[in-house]
């Protein structure tokens, strides 16, 4: 590991200017559409206010339906990023949000708990290959030592969509009635249009590559395509050339995943349930989604901290272990605590240690991965992760209605915290990675060579 990043006055004027011309042209418009698809995947848990209602689902049955969300994502995951690596983000990503914002607004529709399921499991087709997308047009606009608080900036929209979703989503359920629909249905729709409305801003604004940004002058645009190709051909030495079907089995890669599942299990357990848990100290609507708002807002700080601190020292398995330990530490507090607000205390310290754990963990892969091993790999190991996605709601509204209370599901997320951070100190040891690195750079990656 190097000593940490170049201090402010350190950084070349060029350097400085070109990041901070990229940042301001592409960061907010990421962030926004990030956000808004936070929202829409994550609605459904203030709509099942209104659902349980209607329908008498149980907590097995919107568990199932939260998280089948994923499993659709899954399956096109992989293939919808490699298509993003020859398509050009700025097609394919607009194509996404179009394809979302119809599925999302159509849940607004739901009969029954089939169309409930089917639905949820069409948005996650529609929405497959968003985030994995994300982080690999990063890869094509900021060099290594930026990613960590890069992807922090698009994590902002996680803790900050739940908070600002939890108020807005109170605030239109209460159009109840309004034109002879429900504030359910209410939800759904107007919480869809902005995603199909951003798909123009995307045409408009996204830029596929450094090398096509008009937006930037000719010394700039050298600059920043020169340092990232540079970066490029040292991971290729470093690593080996690895070819998509090679990665999608690279012991790292696998890894990787596993961590990211066990950390995605407890992350979207609480996502999903937060809101019902609180309902169940009789709040109302509006109330609810206040007090749903805290953990994210909190959160939203911890993670700025951590990423800031990852970056500036060029670690990230320490911050990653301690963030999972807090996060664990946070769910197990809850469980005792459940039928008071001290419970939100403690959700809220877990949400520290689950979103402060993410920018750390992205900056991950790009150490090792490039070119279309990285849309590959990167699509893998989300996607393995987003299985977790499903696992943690479903569990937690399984043990819901098994024991009655949300008390054991809480115990499960926390153990699954625990088993993130521990895969991490045993996959991502600096010496393990330095025998990885000798490995492939003796021709793992190789046409003919076998794949560790």
């Known amino acids: 590991m190097t000593a940490g990043i170049p201090t402010v006055t350190a950084v070349p004027e060029i350097e400085r200017r070109t990041i901070a011309k990229v940042s301001w042209r592409l960061l907010p418009l990421i962030v926004l559409i990030y956000f808004v698809a936070y929202m829409d995947r994550t609605n459904v848990g203030f ?64 009969t029954g708990p089939v169309s409930f399921l089917t639905l949820r499991f069409l948005l ?33 929209a996680v803790p900050g969509s739940n908070a600002l979703t939890a108020v807005i989503s109170g605030a239109i359920l209460q159009l109840d009635g309004t034109w002879g629909l429900h504030g359910w249905q209410w939800l759904f729709i107007l919480e869809a249009v902005p995603s199909i409305l951003l798909a123009f801003a995307v045409l408009a604004l996204m830029t596929d590559r450094p090398a096509q940004a008009t937006w930037l002058n000719a010394e700039d645009r050298a600059w920043l395509a020169e340092t990232l190709a540079a970066e490029r051909a040292g991971t290729l030495r470093t690593h080996g050339h690895f070819t998509l079907r090679q990665v999608l089995t690279d012991r790292r890669v696998l890894a990787l995943g596993a961590i990211y599942f066990n950390i995605g299990t407890a992350t979207y357990g609480i996502t999903f349930f937060l809101p019902p848990i609180l309902k169940s100290l009789h709040l109302t609507d509006w109330e609810t989604g206040v007090a749903t708002a805290v953990p994210y807002v909190v959160g939203t700080v911890g993670m700025i901290a951590w990423s800031w601190s990852s970056d500036r020292r060029d670690e990230r398995r320490w911050h990653f272990v301690i963030a999972a330990l807090v996060a664990a530490l946070g769910l197990i507090a809850s469980g005792p605590m459940l039928g008071s607000l001290w419970a939100l205390t403690a959700m809220s310290v877990a949400t520290i ?52 209370t949300y008390e054991a599901g809480l115990y499960f997320l926390a153990a699954c915290a625990v088993a993130s951070g521990a895969i991490t100190w045993v996959a991502v040891r600096p010496g393990r990675m330095s025998a990885d690195r000798r490995f492939d750079a003796e021709g793992a990656g190789q046409p003919g060579r076998p794949n560790p």
Do not use: C, H
Request: charged letters at 10%; proline letters at 5%; a positive charge.
């Open 47 to 110: 709509a099942s206010f209104g659902l349980n209602r209607e329908f008498g689902f149980s907590a097995t049955v919107y568990g199932w339906a939260a998280g089948i969300f994923f499993l659709g994502y899954v399956i096109f995951e992989v293939p919808s990023n490699v298509l993003l690596e020859r398509a050009g983000a700025r097609l394919w990503i607009a194509r996404i949000m179009v394809t979302w914002g119809l599925v999302a607004g159509s849940m607004a529709f739901i």
């Open 124 to 156: 996650g087709v529609a929405e497959a290959g968003f985030f994995p997308g994300m982080i690999l047009y990063f890869t094509y606009w900021f060099p290594q030592r930026y990613r960590a608080r890069v992807v922090a900036a698009l994590f902002l």
């Open 353 to 404: 240690g689950l979103y402060g754990s993410k920018p750390a963990f992205w900056a991950m892969p790009g150490e090792f991965l490039s070119g279309p091993a990285a849309a590959g790999g990167i699509a893998l190991i989300n996607a393995i992760g987003n299985l977790g996605g499903f696992v943690g709601p479903y569990v937690l509204g399984w043990l819901k209605d098994y024991t009655g």
